[in-house]
T-cell receptor, first 116, second 110 residues
Framework: DTGVSQDPRHKITKRGQNVTFRCDPI?????LYWYRQTLGQGPEFLTY????????KSRLLSDRFSAERPKGSFSTLEIQRTEQGDSAMYLC??????????????FGPGTRLTVT | DQQVKQNSPSLSVQEGRISILNCDYT??????FLWYKKYPAEGPTFLIS?????DKNEDGRFTVFLNKSAKHLSLHIVPSQPGDSAVYFC?????????FGAGTRLTVKP
């Protein structure tokens, strides 16, 4: 399967714990995005990488959130001191650098986080 | 700030008829618009897009219409098929800033 993969698919954690999610984009896709989706809403942009450089961060990305893409391939999203409001589906997407004809982003299946 | 709105949370149509999903946006700086389809337990899948310089784009059974003066976007599916039943998200963007609507759940009845 050469699509975007995310790990884990589900994570249940207690409030105050740290969690880390991984995203493996489609090979050779330079751009990588993280989104958060809550029930009844569409995906909300969190952050964007072009290769290893984090070029944009949403104001939704509080200082408890950090994302990395150290080698320009896979990316990790870490949430420190989780709160119940962090419970959501975290989606990763990727696109090639020249994908401007359709602006399509290819999404992974998401990681569902539940904070108890 | 909801810059992209899908005011109908659900839509039900008969197989073979036309499905029309609507989307409104507020930011006149958006220069591209997309529709995504989402099945349960999967990420959104790209369906069709349109740039702000066009008013129509067609791909098989799917047609997207853009009315910039009204800041309105619509997706037409004809003929609708039961396999089209899913949640449809409208998205609009400028550079890498893409905003999504809340989605419309389409049910196509056999």
């Amino acid at each position: 399967d050469t699509g975007v993969s995310q790990d884990p698919r589900h994570k249940i954690t207690k409030r105050g714990q740290n969690v880390t999610f991984r995203c493996d984009p489609i090979s050779e896709h330079n751009r990588l995005y993280w989104y958060r989706q809550t029930l009844g809403q569409g995906p909300e942009f969190l952050t964007y990488f072009q290769n290893e450089a984090q070029l944009e961060k949403s104001r939704l990305l509080s200082d408890r959130f950090s994302a990395e893409r150290p080698k320009g391939s896979f990316s990790t999203l870490e949430i420190q001191r989780t709160e119940q409001g962090d419970s959501a589906m975290y989606l990763c997407a990727s696109s090639p650098l020249d994908q401007e004809l359709t602006y399509e982003q290819y999404f992974g299946p998401g990681t569902r986080l539940t904070v108890t | 700030d909801q810059q992209v709105k899908q005011n109908s949370p659900s839509l039900s149509v008969q197989e073979g008829r036309i499905s029309i999903l609507n989307c409104d946006y507020t930011n006149s700086m958006f220069d591209y618009f997309l529709w995504y389809k989402k099945y349960p337990a999967e990420g959104p899948t790209f369906l069709i897009s349109i740039s702000s310089i066009k008013d129509k784009n067609e791909d098989g059974r799917f047609t997207v219409f853009l009315n910039k003066s009204a800041k309105h976007l619509s997706l037409h599916i004809v003929p609708s098929q039961p396999g089209d039943s899913a949640v449809y998200f409208c998205a609009a963007g400028n550079n890498n800033d893409m905003r999504f609507g809340a989605g419309t759940r389409l049910t196509v009845k056999p």
